[in-house]
């Protein structure tokens, strides 16, 4: 942890102070050793990814959530990025920050909501275009879904919205101490509406991490996105490795503005595998586009959207596993109740079975779980 940062320093021991109860993984003693850094570091199969951190436990995209799901075990965490005003990096999952933050309280910014589209869809509220990086830290990160997660919200007002490069620190600083290979896994959000106004996000991305030690395709780095072209300009930026994201219809975004009438269901097509391998290592599909749903709301069978990626050389990580019933297939629900836990065990070891290479989760300690039950 860099001395350079004392607030960072404040923020980090109030998030371990809090989430102590919550660390069940310990993590295995070993060197980090030179190889492990970088070209010989090989991934623990399969990949688990801390959604937005350990975003089922504390409120999404704070250092407390990324530490927690590295405590947990989480081989990489997961921080979406939007830009503020200023040209920087910030970890949200959307640019309208009333979901997420407490700015809806802030007489100071009552100003700034307004209405506009983004991505083709009309939204109101605050925006991170219309906010300095210092107007931004005086906000304070609430839980996304209380009603599902009332524990998370109780922890509404105790964290900042950080920024990329305090992310990276925070990796850092808990290689050291847990003694291994800490993966980044950003994905850009919203980035032809963001070129659009002129706060492109490739070219900052590719150089914070430049900056900070990630530059090759052996680095523990992956980009993802939802958009087709912005990871094209990443792939000529960089040589870290890109994750074309996927959903169950419609087109990327990118892909409607230009008008190309590309969908993500040809995309997921043998031929449109082999187009994405072109350009990224791997998919992120909706899991539902690998093991579908019936009727009912159970697992089917397999699709042959894994065997198809593999054939193309890509990794395949799905999003997105949550352990409450609300989230879970009809028959893994352990009760009525939404926010209670169920059989997410069940539902990871399905789709393991079915060949996928990493899977991102809220709840990273149950996949390090299944995984170690499996080894
Ligand atoms: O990036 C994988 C997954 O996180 C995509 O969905 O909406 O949670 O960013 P979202
Ligand atoms: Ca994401």
Not at 161 to 164: A, C, G
Not at 199 to 204: C, G, H, K, V
């Given at each position: 942890?860099?001395h350079k940062?004392p607030?960072?320093?404040?923020?980090?021991?109030?998030?371990?102070?809090?989430?102590?109860?919550l660390?069940?993984?310990?993590?295995?003693a070993a060197?980090v050793?030179t190889e492990?850094?970088g070209?010989?570091?090989v991934e623990?199969?399969?990949l688990?990814?801390g959604?937005?951190?350990a975003?089922?436990?504390?409120?999404?995209?704070t250092?407390?959530?990324?530490?927690?799901?590295?405590?947990?075990?989480?081989?990489y965490i997961?921080?979406d990025?939007?830009m503020?005003k200023?040209?920087?990096?910030i970890a949200r999952?959307d640019n309208e920050?009333?979901?997420t933050?407490?700015?809806?309280?802030?007489?100071e910014f009552a100003?700034r909501r307004r209405?506009?589209t983004?991505d083709g869809?009309t939204l109101?509220?605050w925006?991170?275009?219309?906010?300095?990086l210092a107007?931004i830290?005086?906000?304070r990160?609430?839980e996304?879904?209380p009603?599902?997660?009332?524990?998370?919200?109780?922890?509404?007002?105790?964290?900042e919205?950080?920024?990329?490069q305090?992310?990276i620190d925070?990796?850092k600083?808990l290689?050291i101490?847990?003694?291994?290979v800490?993966?980044l896994?950003?994905e850009?959000?919203?980035?032809?509406?963001?070129?659009?106004?002129g706060?492109?996000?490739?070219?900052?991305l590719?150089?914070i991490?430049?900056?900070?030690g990630y530059a090759?395709?052996w680095s523990?780095?992956?980009?993802?996105?939802?958009?087709?072209?912005?990871?094209k300009?990443?792939s000529?930026?960089?040589s870290?490795r890109?994750?074309?994201l996927l959903w169950?219809?419609?087109?990327?975004y990118?892909?409607q503005v230009?008008g190309?009438?590309?969908t993500y269901?040809?995309?997921?097509?043998?031929a449109?595998l082999?187009?994405i391998?072109?350009?990224?290592?791997?998919i992120?599909?909706?899991?539902?586009?690998?093991?579908?749903r019936?009727a009912?709301?159970n697992?089917?069978s397999?699709?042959?959207?894994v065997?198809?990626?593999?054939?193309?050389?890509?990794k395949?990580?799905p999003?997105?596993f949550?352990?409450?019933n609300s989230?879970l297939?009809?028959d893994l629900?352990?009760?009525?109740?939404p926010?209670a836990?169920g059989?997410t065990?069940?539902?990871?070891?399905a789709?393991?079975?079915?060949g996928?290479d990493?899977?991102?989760?809220?709840q990273?300690?149950?996949?390090?779980?299944?995984r170690?039950?499996r080894?």
């Open positions: 942890m860099s940062h607030a960072i320093l404040r923020h980090w021991l109030l998030a371990c102070s809090l989430l102590l109860p660390m069940s993984h310990a993590a295995p060197t050793s492990a850094r070209r010989h570091h623990p199969s399969p688990v990814i959604h937005r951190g975003s089922g436990y504390v409120p999404e995209h250092l407390a959530s990324y530490a927690l799901a590295v405590l947990q075990g989480a081989d997961e921080p990025l939007v503020t200023d040209g920087q990096l999952h920050l009333g979901l933050t407490d700015v809806a309280q802030r007489p100003d209405t506009q983004v869809v109101t509220g925006f991170s275009e219309d906010f300095t107007e830290k005086s906000l990160a609430i996304r879904i009603t599902i997660r009332p524990g998370n919200a109780r922890l509404d007002g105790a964290f919205v950080p920024t990329l305090e992310i925070l990796v600083s290689q101490s847990q003694q291994r800490i993966g896994y950003p850009t959000k919203h980035p032809t509406h963001f070129q659009q106004l706060l492109a996000m490739e070219r900052p590719v150089r991490l430049a900056r900070n090759s395709r523990p780095v992956y980009i993802q996105s939802f958009e087709v072209e912005n990871l300009t990443l000529r930026l960089t870290l890109l994750v074309q169950t219809d419609g087109q990327p990118d892909q230009l190309t009438g590309l269901a040809q995309m997921s097509t043998p449109g082999k187009a391998a072109r350009y990224a290592a791997g992120g599909p909706e899991k539902s586009q690998i093991i579908p019936d009912a709301g697992l089917t397999p699709t042959r959207l065997p198809d990626a593999h054939a193309a050389g890509l395949v990580h999003y997105t949550r352990a409450e989230f297939p009809t629900r352990s009760s009525s109740d926010q836990r059989d065990e069940t539902e990871i070891r789709f393991l079975d079915a996928i990493g899977l991102f989760i809220d990273p300690d149950i996949a390090v779980k299944v170690e039950a080894q």
